[in-house]
């Protein structure tokens, strides 16, 4: 996958790693290819937990997610042909996964606009994905974080349109370039810059009356204030 | 001084600006535009503090472990794909009206010349209203199938609908090619019909190949909300009616279209 770089850490340990994991990645692919199915099981268990992470961030839903991540490997498996050997494994998966999550979610959406009674919506309060998240952070953290607040973010990254999501969680949370965007939304790269910022103004729009200080406060406090996340494209 | 614009704030938060010894100069001079920053910086820290359930290095050989058993036997298909039987049904399945329209129009070629176009336009519709009906009738055998699929046994948790899945995969391409057919042919009423057909399959085709009962259940809802299975029924009745009889195909008039549309 295409990343932003990063100012700490050692890169060329980093770069040495990659490269591994890539010509691994490869010989997995043509054992596949030649008939040797288990081969695949390598790419299954490298690439399984960015895969998840991925279709969480924009799924919003653990149940959805694992369904996003298993599906992305079954289409890797049936269309490995199509994958060029010199590419990269990972990014092709995170691909086929990012795609998929969108049918989902559109998919959802239309399910959603269907039912939409008032038994249906309090159903779906009830089954709050942030609720039924295992949440491992530590507990200051959590009573930190206001139960209005997280629904609040969520319901914000829900009125997000798919693309709109898709581009923020790749942005933002996975750190991907603006052409692995693009290239996911199927637009061109000033399009996927556009829609990138259009759902963090969307999401500032919605958030901010309910951030305030503290969250100002919180967010000089770790540090993070100006810092830039990666470099220029 | 002229201060940043909101665009060009969220560019340097989010590392996509080029001006970002520019942007960074004003805002160590800029108090504004720094009080701007910080409040897009809470908004994004507080979405950054969303709980993540984590998943652990044992989850891939989960994941594996649930996929393994749906994998085909080889994998891979690109080029190869045009070379499986199931593209050969429906290439086979156009190829079949193409030169069944083709032959038609020569043996109704016309010995007076008053008439000639609304015969061969006639055989034409006869050879795509029995390729239709056969596709319909298929459609229907697999759409029921699914709507009656009855909910995994006690000790099962999960349902698979790989064969159905694989028959709806196979009419799509079927399906597009009707309908791109019939679009042509002027009969808006039965490319609609086949245009929610094929929602309907794609729907299924994307599906996963294991389903949770809730699942299933919202697939047959899906199935059932778009009232498919009944008009896919009135429409093939349709057409075997017209089938039976000869010479006599009509043109879709508004009534019938209004019937279908109604359906």
Redesign the interface.
């Given at each position: 996958m295409i990343r932003?770089s990063e100012s700490a850490g050692s890169t060329q340990d980093r770069e040495a790693l990659q490269s591994a994991a890539r010509e691994s990645d490869a010989i997995a692919v043509e054992r596949?290819?030649a008939?040797e199915?288990d081969a695949?099981?390598v790419l299954?268990?490298?690439?399984?937990?960015q895969l998840?992470?991925l279709a969480?961030?924009m799924t919003g839903n653990?149940q959805d997610a694992?369904?996003v991540?298993?599906?992305a490997?079954?289409r890797a498996?049936?269309?490995?042909?199509?994958?060029g050997s010199r590419a990269n494994f990972g990014t092709w998966a995170y691909r086929i996964a990012a795609n998929y999550a969108i049918?989902r979610m559109r998919?959802k959406r239309t399910?959603d606009a269907?039912r939409q009674t008032p038994s249906a919506l309090a159903e779906e309060q009830e089954q709050d994905p942030?609720d039924l998240?295992?949440?491992?952070?530590p507990t200051p953290?959590r009573q930190?974080?206001n139960s209005e607040?997280?629904k609040k973010?969520?319901e914000a990254?829900k009125e997000l349109s798919s693309s709109e999501r898709t581009a923020f969680v790749m942005?933002?949370?996975e750190g991907c370039a603006?052409e692995e965007i693009a290239a996911v939304l199927k637009s061109t790269t000033s399009a996927a810059?556009n829609t990138?910022?259009r759902s963090?103004?969307k999401?500032?729009r919605a958030?901010?009356p309910y951030?305030?200080?503290r969250?100002?406060l919180?967010?000089?406090a770790?540090g993070?204030?100006?810092e830039?996340?990666?470099?220029?494209? | 001084m002229k201060h940043l614009t909101e665009e060009e704030l969220i560019g340097y938060r989010e590392g996509e600006t080029t001006q970002r010894e520019a942007i960074a100069e004003h805002l160590t001079s800029c108090t504004a535009c720094r009080t701007e920053l910080d409040r897009l910086e809470a908004v994004l820290s507080a979405l950054d503090n969303l709980p993540m359930p984590e998943r652990g290095p044992e989850y891939g050989r989960a994941v594996w472990q649930q996929i393994a058993p749906r994998l085909p036997e080889k994998a891979g298909r690109g080029w190869r794909a045009w070379f499986e039987p199931r593209r050969w049904v429906a290439i086979g399945a156009m190829a079949a009206i193409v030169i069944g329209a083709f032959v038609a129009g020569r043996w109704s070629k016309p010995k007076d010349s008053g008439a000639p176009a609304a015969s061969v336009a006639q055989v034409r519709e006869r050879v795509l209203v029995v390729a239709v009906g056969e596709h319909l009738g298929k459609s229907e055998m697999v759409l029921m199938e699914l709507a009656n699929a009855t909910p995994p046994a006690p000790g099962q948790k999960q349902i698979n609908i790989s064969a159905e899945q694989q028959r709806a995969e196979d009419l799509l391409d079927a399906n597009r090619l009707y309908r791109e057919t019939v679009q042509q042919s002027g009969d808006a009423a039965l490319a609609d019909v086949l245009d929610d057909l094929e929602r309907v399959l794609l729907d299924v085709a994307h599906s996963p190949q294991e389903l949770t009962p809730a699942k299933l259940e919202s697939l047959q809802k899906r199935i059932e909300a778009h009232g498919i299975l009944f008009k896919v029924r009135v429409v093939g009745k349709e057409l075997q009616e017209k089938q039976k009889t000869p010479n006599s195909a009509p043109a879709p008039t508004e009534s019938k279209a209004g019937e279908r549309n109604k359906a």
């Open positions: 932003m596949t290819l008939g199915r695949f099981r299954v268990e490298r690439h399984s937990q998840f992470r969480y961030r653990e694992e369904e991540v298993q599906e490997f079954l498996y049936r269309n490995l042909g199509q994958f049918d998919q399910e269907r942030l998240a295992p949440d491992e952070r953290d930190a974080m607040l997280r973010m969520e990254l942005r933002h949370w603006i810059k990138v910022f963090v103004q999401l500032r958030l901010e951030v305030g200080a969250g100002a919180q967010a000089k770790a993070a204030a100006p830039p996340r990666g470099t220029e494209l | -």
